[in-house]
């Protein structure tokens, strides 16, 4: 008899991000705060709670009275007119916000991505064109990073800058650029160099792109639902000032790589479906239904809720600490998009209501609604082919 071939062992996996023993007594209270607002706002009837609220629900009057608060640009300095505030401050407010499934579609990509991006690399002539106003919820954005026929492999965008006197003269096109048609300006990861096969990071760069400049077209792309919320944006000989680069030029790898951390770890990538979750307990609690085998299926989703959350929160305290947990934020991402899908399943076999997308409200409308937004939770912010390899790699698998 011969042995059994043992096979390498795995390598020690690495620590990633610890979430905060607890959150301390002002952030609670803050919390508290949000949440009573968000009480008024629903008794008023001043919108309906809907998944994916995050990427479609788009209402400039909420964003502004949220801005009225000062519950946006909570890490913007107060020199910009910020709150100056903590990441974990911030986290609570939009972790009710989410739950809530409030209406923050318009600012959401400004106060999440583009003011740390600012603060980080930009210029004092770009943070104070544009932080005061984000701040304000006067100032929207949208990033312009995948390209067509590219998909989530940014180190193929084609988009061209041409140094011409004064600036850069920009050509080529970006895809899936949510709220580009309301927004006022973008951020674009464009080649300024020739690219180099054997550094395929390298001659890439940034640009803050004001989307009302001569030679910007955006192009709707529908959603399955008819909503307008995705578009093409276009450059035709645009010309971009070199007071609107943002960080170094042909550092713009190192400031995407960086900013996708933001965009991939916060509670959205989990707490998308979360209305139609509360929904559904209510429905099973309502008609009686919660037999042992939907009581299992509720516990194992809120289960996985809560491990999510740690994870996340671990992220936002590394990001607080200067760090750029990029392994940590690929796992919130993918595993968010899978958990957010699970809770869709779980409606549909749970609840005998078919979903609705006519229906007013209720819970028909809010499966209706996930139903019909799911196809995009594997794509944003990098599909799950791309955020597998990234967290094999990170893990060293591969």
Same mark, same amino acid.
């Not at 140094?163 to 464009?190: D, Q």
């Not at 550092?251 to 995407?256: L, M």
């Given at each position: 008899m011969?042995d059994?071939p043992?096979?390498?062992?795995?390598?020690p996996l690495?620590?990633l991000?610890s979430p905060?023993?607890?959150?301390?007594?002002a952030?609670?209270e803050?919390?508290?705060r949000v949440?009573a607002?968000l009480a008024e706002?629903?008794a008023?009837g001043?919108w309906?709670?809907?998944?994916?609220a995050?990427?479609?629900?788009?209402?400039e009057r909420?964003?502004k009275e949220?801005a009225?608060r000062?519950l946006?640009?909570?890490?913007i300095?107060?020199?910009y007119g910020?709150?100056g505030?903590?990441?974990?401050?911030?986290y609570?407010v939009?972790e009710?916000?989410?739950a809530a499934?409030?209406p923050v579609a318009?600012?959401w990509?400004?106060d999440?991505?583009?003011?740390?991006a600012?603060?980080r690399f930009?210029?004092p002539k770009?943070?104070?064109?544009?932080l005061?106003r984000?701040?304000?919820?006067?100032?929207?954005?949208?990033?312009g990073?995948?390209?067509p026929?590219?998909?989530?492999?940014l180190?193929?965008?084609?988009?061209?800058?041409?140094?011409v006197e004064?600036?850069w003269r920009l050509n080529?096109?970006?895809?899936?650029?949510?709220g580009?048609?309301r927004a006022?300006?973008?951020i674009?990861l464009v080649?300024?160099?020739?690219?180099?096969?054997h550094?395929?990071?390298a001659g890439?760069?940034?640009?803050?792109?004001d989307?009302?400049?001569?030679g910007v077209?955006?192009r709707p792309i529908p959603?399955?639902?008819g909503?307008?919320h995705f578009?093409e944006?276009v450059f035709?000989d645009?010309?971009v000032?070199?007071?609107q680069v943002l960080?170094?030029?042909g550092?713009?790898?190192?400031q995407v790589?960086?900013?996708?951390?933001?965009?991939?770890?916060?509670?959205e990538?989990?707490l998308?479906?979360?209305?139609l979750?509360?929904a559904l307990v209510?429905?099973?609690? +309502? =008609?009686g239904e &919660?037999?042992?085998?939907?009581?299992?299926q509720?516990?194992?989703l %809120?289960?996985? !809720?809560? #491990?999510?959350?740690?994870?996340?929160?671990g992220? +936002? =305290?590394?990001? &607080?600490a200067?760090?750029t947990p990029?392994l940590a934020a690929?796992? %919130?991402?993918e !595993?968010? #998009?899978?958990?957010?899908?699970?809770i869709?399943? +779980? =409606?549909?076999?749970?609840v005998?209501v078919?979903?609705?997308?006519?229906a007013?409200g209720?819970?028909?409308?809010?499966?209706?609604?996930?139903?019909?937004?799911?196809?995009?939770f594997?794509l944003?912010?990098?599909?799950?082919e791309?955020?597998?390899g990234?967290?094999a790699?990170g893990?060293?698998?591969?």
């Amino acid at each position: 008899m011969h042995d059994e071939p043992v096979s390498d062992p795995l390598p020690p996996l690495p620590d990633l991000v610890s979430p905060p023993a607890q959150l301390p007594a002002a952030v609670a209270e803050l919390r508290a705060r949000v949440r009573a607002f968000l009480a008024e706002e629903l008794a008023a009837g001043a919108w309906q709670p809907r998944p994916d609220a995050w990427l479609s629900a788009w209402d400039e009057r909420f964003t502004k009275e949220l801005a009225r608060r000062g519950l946006i640009g909570i890490t913007i300095p107060t020199e910009y007119g910020g709150r100056g505030g903590t990441q974990l401050e911030r986290y609570v407010v939009i972790e009710e916000l989410l739950a809530a499934g409030a209406p923050v579609a318009a600012h959401w990509i400004a106060d999440r991505q583009v003011a740390p991006a600012l603060l980080r690399f930009g210029s004092p002539k770009l943070r104070e064109k544009y932080l005061p106003r984000i701040a304000a919820g006067e100032c929207y954005f949208g990033i312009g990073m995948s390209e067509p026929d590219t998909g989530s492999d940014l180190a193929s965008v084609r988009s061209q800058a041409t140094r011409v006197e004064g600036g850069w003269r920009l050509n080529g096109a970006k895809i899936w650029t949510s709220g580009a048609h309301r927004a006022h300006a973008f951020i674009a990861l464009v080649r300024t160099s020739p690219r180099d096969e054997h550094n395929r990071h390298a001659g890439l760069s940034q640009f803050v792109v004001d989307l009302d400049w001569p030679g910007v077209q955006i192009r709707p792309i529908p959603l399955l639902t008819g909503e307008h919320h995705f578009n093409e944006v276009v450059f035709d000989d645009v010309f971009v000032p070199d007071d609107q680069v943002l960080g170094e030029v042909g550092a713009g790898w190192h400031q995407v790589t960086s900013e996708l951390a933001y965009e991939r770890s916060g509670p959205e990538r989990f707490l998308s479906t979360f209305p139609l979750l509360a929904a559904l307990v209510g429905e099973l609690a +309502a =008609a009686g239904e &919660a037999d042992a085998g939907a009581r299992r299926q509720l516990g194992f989703l %809120v289960a996985r !809720l809560w #491990t999510l959350r740690q994870l996340s929160l671990g992220v +936002a =305290a590394e990001l &607080a600490a200067g760090k750029t947990p990029d392994l940590a934020a690929a796992l %919130v991402k993918e !595993l968010g #998009t899978r958990f957010e899908s699970e809770i869709i399943d +779980a =409606a549909r076999l749970l609840v005998r209501v078919p979903p609705d997308p006519q229906a007013e409200g209720g819970f028909a409308r809010l499966l209706a609604d996930a139903v019909l937004h799911a196809p995009g939770f594997t794509l944003r912010g990098g599909t799950t082919e791309v955020l597998r390899g990234i967290i094999a790699r990170g893990l060293g698998l591969r």
